[in-house]
């Protein structure tokens, strides 16, 4: 039996008496931080996390601790139990999830759960020595355990792993940024990314301004796939949904985007970070978000399929704890690719417009409308005559998300996996795997620095 | 604890490093919320861990482990030094003298949150939903949180500290929709509500009853309210928006961490160089921005940052023109002035950094009123909505909830869907009035993140409604 499973199976123990769910999380995880092409923050960590829902008469309460001792787990049970006898019957709650044999699904590999910390150092320091330019970033690598045993006979586990490069090469007029991730080390080169990082500022250096306006662009993967993210969490979960608040509401069935556009979650994916299960135990399934243009489903875990009735079932997209005010969402979603060999090809695509690399610090002005506003950064260019050319400086955007989707004049046939786990709290691996694309509308409403640190 | 400190510091140093410190926190954090006449989340929370970090050669070493043991202590620091000898780079680093601290430190409260039973906060959440029940009215949320910790602190220098900082808060939330239009209200902030360091009076003096029926009021009203037209204008921004505004446009820029460059990939750098020390000028002659970890019921508010480097106010802008950045030791030893003070770790798993405290923007004179009587013509902005600013902290746009039209001084009507943006110097520069000190509030925001691994910091800001001449709101035609 896994660590984490028999974690899960003791604190399911010491709720006796109760309907319960427990759910461990064993992360063992390093991350190198380098800046200026030193390691200044460097954090490795190793901590068991268990949390216990107790259900008692419709009423539900969560504990959680990471002291795991039977002193520690009675403890837990207690204070769940507590919070439980707290609580009013809430007449919407679904029920624990039933048994149910999870997927099996890749996103284990022993080479990368066995890094040690040294190794850590050695492939942040075979980044930092492949950069002609200073080097910013971290390479991090985890093995996670995340299980989860319930009262009604569920009991699954699943190991995972990740590793990522992350390199921003920077002077004080030049940056340049690229990374790579993967649940396999073996996959993820940190001198060509370095590389690529390096590359990529070299060419920014006399960045140019730019008037605010519509543009046709290019994004790359990472501005694609952020975008994305931001949108989809929004759009595509079931409680937007049901509580008419978000885009999707009224809108499925419609042909709402670019039919070159197609969109799924999967967490089955192994070119992705695979998932077998989510947060409440249930199994982990695809869903087809959009299809050729038309939006067809959102995420739903058992809650809200519960509210919205009509024979509804899970997705499998419960999340967190900390996250269920925001419902199901959507962490494994998968762009389908497009006939573009290269980003080049997109740009004679786009003729005249602009060239993104990477977005900075996006936030939702309103869901409802899909608009999200950001900065580019390290790596913004004008596209002329079909061609990538002079550098820009960091510009910021105001994009209706619905408007940017309309029109794709293409996407490129190579994926990327694109890192989106910024490492707060528990490590949950997750990115997007998305193509680099070209949309007709970008809008441009104002500019910022140079690029460069 | 201090004796685990001492055991992980001992180790440290004895596999080889000059400096290390130790840090056991023990955190509990309780956290009821209620959506729509449910309760949405009743979680209880504790986490408790030992961190070493550790200096071998000039390089850092961190790690931590959960185990609040003689193995788990030493097994942290060990792996601490491991790291710290195999990183790459030709490492040189230095750190401001500081005499060892000793002291404690407790948070005065009057109400132990953690006494208040849970289901006393579920009720008071549920009751002021009732208050935001309005037409068109389609979600109502509110929440209350908790938080204990328990920090004991350990330097090879000889630095040996014991605070126990205690927090609560709260906020709701009222979303209204028809028609495919969104709005929302919040009270007393936007994203998480405010909290203080203080006992349950704190979420008893934000009378969500008295303030929802508010909230679910204006929600609605915006459905029928104009969108905000794009000009250039003068606005007066809100106590809660300057919050923000303060937040990323003086917080962030002004630590030297990202001055440095040491954030670069992830959060950004700086505009401000170490050089503009003393003669940049970030804004006009009533911009006055004062770093104060003292400060009573500050988030940011301790005795010890954790370097234990005693807390300090330190004014970060004088009359416009810079005074002072916030500092770790290893920040404060470079630019050459100072002992750091500003250093801070979101629990026992993860490296201090550079964090701001208690960022205030000191207040000026007269009342709101006196600030929006000033304007022939303009806009009252109230709230966040949304926010951005670019790596160097310059462009930034933000969104509030609600904007109120001025005309010959006085309010006129509701507006919708506001935006404002500009470039930080300029826009501080155009600053000619923040409201008095009977209008000063300080919010307490939880949500502040930084770092890699990512870590969330509790500060906050005492800001006073604010007014600015000839600001882009919308997007420039």
């Known amino acids: 039996m896994s660590q984490a499973l028999d974690l899960a199976e003791r604190a399911l123990r010491a709720a006796e008496g109760d309907e319960a769910l427990a759910l461990a999380n064993r992360e063992r995880s390093g991350l190198a931080r380098f800046a200026g092409s030193e390691v200044h923050q460097p954090t490795l960590i190793e901590n068991d996390v268990v949390e216990l829902q107790i259900v008692r008469d419709g009423r539900v309460g969560v504990a959680v601790a990471n002291r795991t001792d039977d002193e520690g787990l009675r403890a837990l049970a207690a204070r769940a139990a507590e919070a439980a006898d707290s609580a009013p019957v809430d007449p919407d709650f679904p029920g624990l999830a039933p048994q149910a044999e999870p997927p099996g699904v890749e996103g284990y590999d022993e080479e990368t759960a066995a890094l040690s910390p040294e190794d850590q150092a050695r492939l942040a320091a075979a980044a930092i020595d492949a950069s002609s330019l200073d080097l910013y970033g971290f390479f991090t690598s985890g093995f996670t355990e995340l299980a989860i045993a319930s009262t009604t006979g569920l009991a699954a586990s699943q190991a995972m792993t990740d590793s990522c490069i992350f390199a921003l090469a920077a002077n004080e007029r030049e940056s340049g940024h690229a990374e790579q991730t993967s649940w396999r080390v073996s996959e993820v080169d940190p001198a060509e990314a370095a590389r690529a990082a390096v590359a990529k500022a070299e060419r920014t250096r006399g960045a140019i301004e730019l008037e605010p306006g519509s543009y046709r662009a290019v994004l790359e993967p990472y501005a694609f796939a952020e975008l994305l993210l931001y949108f989809a969490y929004d759009a595509f979960g079931a409680l937007g949904l049901l509580e008419e608040r978000s885009y999707a509401a009224g809108r499925i069935g419609e042909q709402v985007f670019d039919e070159r556009f197609s969109l799924a979650d999967d967490g089955l994916d192994p070119r992705g970070l695979p998932k077998a299960f989510d947060f409440e135990g249930s199994p982990k399934t695809r869903v087809e978000l959009v299809e050729n243009g038309v939006l067809r489903d959102v995420v739903w875990d058992r809650a809200t399929a519960k509210r919205a009735g009509e024979d509804r079932e899970t997705t499998g997209h419960a999340p967190p704890s900390s996250l269920r005010r925001w419902g199901p969402l959507p962490f494994n979603i998968s762009v389908a690719g497009g006939e573009a060999g290269s980003t080049e090809e997109l740009a004679e695509l786009v003729g005249d417009g602009i060239y993104v690399s990477r977005l900075h610090y996006l936030s939702i002005v309103n869901p409802r409308d899909g608009v999200i506003t950001g900065m580019t950064r390290d790596g913004t260019f004008r596209i002329r005559g079909g061609r990538i050319a002079d550098p820009l400086v960091n510009l910021r955007f105001t994009v209706s998300m619905p408007e940017l989707l309309a029109e794709l004049p293409g996407l490129t046939r190579e994926i990327v996996l694109v890192n989106e786990a910024s490492y707060y709290d528990e490590r949950y691996p997750n990115g997007v795997l998305a193509p680099a694309a070209a949309t007709a509308r970008f809008d441009v409403t104002g500019t910022g620095s140079t690029p460069g640190i | ?477």
């Open chain 2, 1 to 477: 604890m201090r004796e685990l400190c001492e055991e992980a510091v001992s180790a440290a140093l004895a596999a080889g490093a000059s400096y290390a410190d130790a840090r056991v926190v023990l955190r509990r954090a309780q956290t009821v919320a209620t959506r729509n006449g449910r309760v949405d989340r009743l979680d209880d929370i504790e986490s408790e861990g030992v961190g070493v970090r550790a200096l071998v050669d000039g390089a850092w070493g961190f790690a931590c482990d959960r185990r609040l043991s003689t193995e788990g202590a030493q097994a942290a620091a060990a792996k601490a030094c491991a790291f710290a000898k195999a990183a790459p780079g030709g490492h040189k680093r230095a750190l401001a003298t500081v005499d060892p601290a000793q002291g404690e430190y407790r948070t005065p409260v009057e109400r132990d949150p953690f006494e208040i039973p849970l289901a006393d906060k579920v009720a008071h959440c549920l009751r002021a939903e009732e208050g935001m029940a309005y037409d068109d009215v389609k979600v109502t949320s509110a929440f209350v949180r908790a938080q204990r910790e328990k920090r004991v602190f350990v330097s090879s220098e000889g630095a040996v500290t014991d605070q126990e900082l205690v927090e609560c808060g709260g906020g709701i939330d009222a979303m209204a929709s028809r028609d495919g239009i969104t709005q929302i209200r919040s009270h007393p902030s936007a994203h998480g509500g405010s909290s203080s360091q203080a006992g349950w009076e704190y979420v008893e003096s934000l009378a969500f009853e008295r303030e929802a029926p508010r909230v679910g009021e204006q929600a609605a009203a915006l459905l029928r309210a104009e969108p905000c037209p794009s000009m250039v204008t003068t606005i007066v921004v809100d106590a809660e928006q300057m919050e923000l505004q303060t937040h990323e446009s003086v917080g962030h820029p002004t630590e030297l961490d990202r001055v440095y460059g040491t954030e670069a990939a992830y959060a950004g750098t700086s505009f401000l160089k170490p050089g503009d020390l003393g003669s940049l000028r970030y804004g006009s002659e009533h911009m006055n921005v004062t770093a104060d970890p003292t400060t009573p019921g500050g988030l940011g508010t301790f005795a010890f940052d954790d370097e234990g480097v005693p807390a300090q106010r330190v004014p970060i802008v004088a009359e416009g023109v810079l005074q002072g950045f916030l500092a770790s030791r290893e920040t404060a030893a470079r630019i050459g002035s100072g002992s750091g003070g500003s250093m801070r770790a979101d629990g026992w798993s993860r490296m201090p950094l550079v964090r701001m405290t208690n960022l205030h923007l000191e207040p000026g004179e007269g009342s709101l009123e006196e600030l929006i009587a000033g304007v022939d013509e303009g806009l009252f902005l109230q709230t966040n909505k949304s926010w951005s600013i670019d790596d160097k902290r310059l462009n930034f746009q933000f969104g509030t909830q609600v904007a109120w039209e001025i005309e010959d001084g006085e309010l006129g009507r509701m507006l919708r869907d506001a935006t404002y943006t500009g470039q930080t110097p300029v826009f501080w520069g155009s600053l000619d009035a923040v409201a008095g000190r009977d209008e000063w509030r300080l919010h307490g925001l939880t949500n502040c993140g930084k770092g890699q691994p990512g870590q969330h910091a509790h500060v906050s800001h005492g800001t006073s409604p604010a007014r600015f001449r000839n600001v882009q709101v919308g997007f420039k035609s």
